[in-house]
């Protein structure tokens, strides 16, 4: 059965970090390029962050750029998304996502997602 399983939300204050790790299971990450979505109440899920599978390559949305970074670890199946300078705007349920090959920003084009996380900041 493939799964992707999120962990390290939580409960943060403003100027704060995280990591988020997801690990895989069922299936290896080496063709799949590995992202991670936000979705917070009201709003649409959004796209944050991506590494492909080739290059290594990534990419943020700009609202995080310069303060979260993406990282993988094929041999350990994982993708880590750290967080930095958190905003209460950062606040949302955050889901690991895969698809094969190249990143992308739209949900209709991820092929596994994760269970989804919270992630709170706030005072």
């Known amino acids: 059965q493939l799964q992707l399983a999120e962990s390290g939300g939580g409960l943060v204050q403003p100027g704060g970090s995280l990591r988020l790790s997801c690990a895989a299971s069922?299936?290896?990450?080496?063709?799949?390029?590995l992202g991670w979505f936000r979705q917070a109440p009201g709003k649409e899920r959004e796209g944050v962050s991506c590494?492909?599978?080739?290059?290594?390559?990534?990419y943020f949305a700009d609202s995080v750029k310069g303060r979260f970074t993406i990282s993988r670890d094929n041999a350990k199946n994982t993708v880590y998304l750290q967080m930095n300078s958190l905003k209460s705007e950062d606040t949302a349920v955050y889901y690991c996502?895969?698809?094969?090959?190249?990143?992308?920003?739209?949900?209709?084009?991820?092929?596994?997602w994760g269970q989804g996380i919270q992630v709170t900041v706030s005072s």
């Open positions: 996502a895969a698809v094969y090959q190249y990143c992308s920003g739209s949900p209709e084009e991820i092929d596994y």
């Open positions: 069922g299936f290896t990450l080496d063709y799949f390029a």
């Open positions: 590494i492909t599978s080739s290059d290594g390559s990534t």
